[in-house]
């Protein structure tokens, strides 16, 4: 992340040992955490094989699994959501919405409580319905058991546009985790980078520029 994109989330993510106190700081660099996260969602690899600049992948598991199961994914997707709402012109909350589903693999690690087989998609895994708003903005994100059959929804163009934008993720091209919770922590993780570079854009941009005209 850079700064302006750690700025929008970085109180969010509980700087404190002691949620809702002024505790001792944590140990561990959330923001690296973060880019932990981020660095799994955008590679597929697996968490042992989390590079060494980063924090232990342990440490950076642990966090996604808290992250996910406390809502704090959703938090961060909430604020940047209507920021970018807010940017568009539009009401920060949104007044419509649309939802559609896809059908995951899941890797060996699914268990079968939580796995179905989708007839319609030939997929054995999960279901992830999503919920967008007009502009493609997640605002929700349900993981069920892959069942039933292909139907056409009004509109449903819009959610898979925001699912071609997520699928460059390559962790969420196949579902390994236990626990579908912490699946629907991947959506929004990367949803919530996604957002995070829709709003400093310009920032990128601007910098880009400077770098290319004092390279001359």
């Not at 967008?132 to 546009?161: I, K, N, Q």
Request: glycine share 8%; net charge positive; aromatic share 10%.
């Amino acid at each position: 992340m850079s700064d302006e994109e750690w700025a929008l989330i970085a109180d969010l993510v509980e700087p404190y040992s002691s949620r809702g106190k002024m505790g001792r700081p944590v140990k561990n660099d959330r923001r690296a955490v973060v880019d932990g996260i981020f660095y799994v969602a955008a590679t597929g690899c697996q968490w042992r094989a989390l590079p060494e600049k980063y924090p232990h992948w342990n440490t950076v598991h642990r966090y996604h699994l808290i992250w996910s199961s406390d809502g704090t994914w959703e938090r961060i997707c909430d604020r940047l959501r209507g920021l970018v709402r807010e940017k568009e012109g539009r009401e920060e909350a949104p007044s419509a919405s649309i939802i559609d589903a896809r059908s995951v693999r899941g890797a060996a690690t699914v268990g079968a409580a939580t796995r179905g087989y989708d007839a319609g998609k030939k997929v054995n895994g999960r279901k992830v319905f999503g919920v967008v708003d007009t502009l493609g903005l997640l605002v929700a994100v349900v993981t069920l058991v892959a069942s039933g059959r292909f139907e056409v929804l009004p509109r449903r163009w819009v959610v898979e546009r925001t699912w071609s934008w997520l699928m460059n993720n390559r962790r969420l091209q196949v579902d390994y985790e236990r626990d579908p919770k912490v699946s629907e922590g991947f959506v929004w993780a990367a949803h919530s980078r996604l957002l995070m570079r829709r709003l400093t854009a310009e920032a990128h941009s601007e910098a880009r520029w400077w770098n290319i005209r004092d390279s001359l």
